[in-house]
């Protein structure tokens, strides 16, 4: 009798196991093709550029953070007893609109007696003019007319100073008081201008802090070594945390005490003000900054990576025949670098083509050119086999089932 041998089922198991053997072949199959191939030294791969005249910068680089371009920090002139507050954080306001109120019953009564003490002394100098007064009488009536009006002017400041208003347009940040808080006096008027901080008088945070809308600025700092180059109207572009297109801006101070960065160097603060009223700016974002110091039209300028040292002597190898290939060594006496381009001083003209080496990798026959290693990775991503140096894999590479 035959007996039928029965294979027994693959389980997941033995699948993960056969499939890990196939892998460690496969990597062995590689390693030594890799190690017996012939490695030959990298080659250039040339490629030309034409040498051209265009506008030549130079530009100092900063990093900084945007922050609007005001900050009021709004307390009361006046003392007393706060009574209303119109305003929330995040409420946009424009100039001159209410924020809060205080019991001004005090103030009024002042200003009404202001307003009576003008009225008499207004009264007696008219009467003595009726009477023939002496000249020394008449002075003495002018300064007190002069001493009442004053003090009702006051008065009037002080009433006036009962609401506290908006002095710009803009958005509110914080509110620092509350119904039935006792405030006396801030260190920045409600008439004023902006302020970086607190209030004095009854408290530190019995203000409103309202910022600017539209209006940003990059508070940056550079470096001691470049903030010689740097004046005020210098045009800028930033790079914004979050914003895909530049963002221009000029130089609007320039400050003449160092700070120290974050790894004890001598840095000075630059302000930038956002030439353009933007809404997808947002203050605390970080910025790169690139200030233009110097800018020439029309400037002679040659790829950079087209030069080559041999010595202490600057050439290029400029194309004589576009048709082979052919060069002929070329000396250059070179100026400024830019970016990625350099002053041509003598040497070459504008039309000029130059060669511009690029690399290829090991294995020679030109495919190992970096270019070809994203489309090597998406074929290996998509099941293909990717040959470091191009060329033709060895038999039986990749393996059969």
């Known amino acids: 009798m035959i007996r039928k041998l029965l294979r027994p089922p693959r389980t997941p198991r033995r699948r993960l196991v056969a499939g890990l053997v196939l ?4 990597s062995a199959g590689v390693g030594s093709w890799l190690l017996l191939r012939d490695d030959s030294p990298a080659a250039a791969a040339p490629t030309t550029a034409t040498v051209a005249t265009q506008t030549l910068q130079q530009t100092v680089s900063a990093s900084g953070t945007v922050a609007a371009a005001r900050t009021d920090e709004l307390g009361f002139d006046a003392s007393g007893t706060v009574t209303h507050v119109y305003v929330e954080p995040g409420a946009k306001v424009r100039k001159g609109q209410r924020l809060a109120a205080i019991d001004d019953d005090v103030l009024q009564a002042e200003l009404s007696a202001a307003r009576s003490a003008l009225s008499a002394a207004r009264t007696a100098r008219s009467e003595h003019v009726s009477d023939g007064a002496s000249d020394e009488q008449l002075a003495a009536d002018d300064a007190a007319v002069l001493a009442a009006e ?16 908006a002095t710009a347009k803009g958005t509110v940040t914080a509110v620092g008081l509350a119904v039935g808080d006792t405030v006396g006096g801030s260190a ?16 530190d945070t019995a203000t409103i802090t309202v910022v600017s809308s539209g209006r940003f600025v990059v508070e940056a700092t550079v470096a001691s070594g470049d903030v010689g180059k740097l004046k005020k109207g210098l045009q800028a572009t930033l790079t914004v945390s979050g914003i895909d297109e530049p ?3 000029t130089v609007s101070e320039v400050g003449l005490v160092a700070e120290a960065d974050a790894n004890g160097a001598a840095a000075f603060p630059v302000t930038i003000e956002v030439t353009d009223q933007r809404d997808d700016l947002f203050g605390g974002t970080s910025a790169d900054v690139s200030i233009v110091v110097s800018s020439r039209a029309d400037v002679l300028t040659v790829d950079s990576r087209a030069v080559r040292t041999d010595g202490d002597q600057t050439y290029v190898e400029k194309v004589t025949d576009p048709a082979t290939g052919a060069t002929t060594r070329t000396d250059v006496e070179l100026g400024e670098t830019s970016g990625l381009v350099t002053e041509v001083v003598s040497g070459l003209q504008a039309g000029d083509v130059v060669s511009v080496p690029s690399f290829s990798g090991p294995g020679g026959g030109g495919g190992g050119n970096l270019d070809q290693a994203p489309q090597r990775m998406r074929d290996f991503q998509q099941g293909g086999v990717v040959i470091p140096g191009g060329g033709v894999p060895p038999a039986g590479f990749g393996g059969g089932q």
């Open 150 to 165: 004053s003090s009702l002017a006051q008065a009037e400041d002080a009433a006036a100073g009962a609401v506290l208003r």
């Open 188 to 203: 920045s008027p409600s008439g004023g201008g902006s302020s970086d901080s607190g209030s004095g008088g009854g408290s």
């Open 23 to 26: 892998l460690v072949v496969l």
């Open 247 to 249: 963002v221009y801006g």
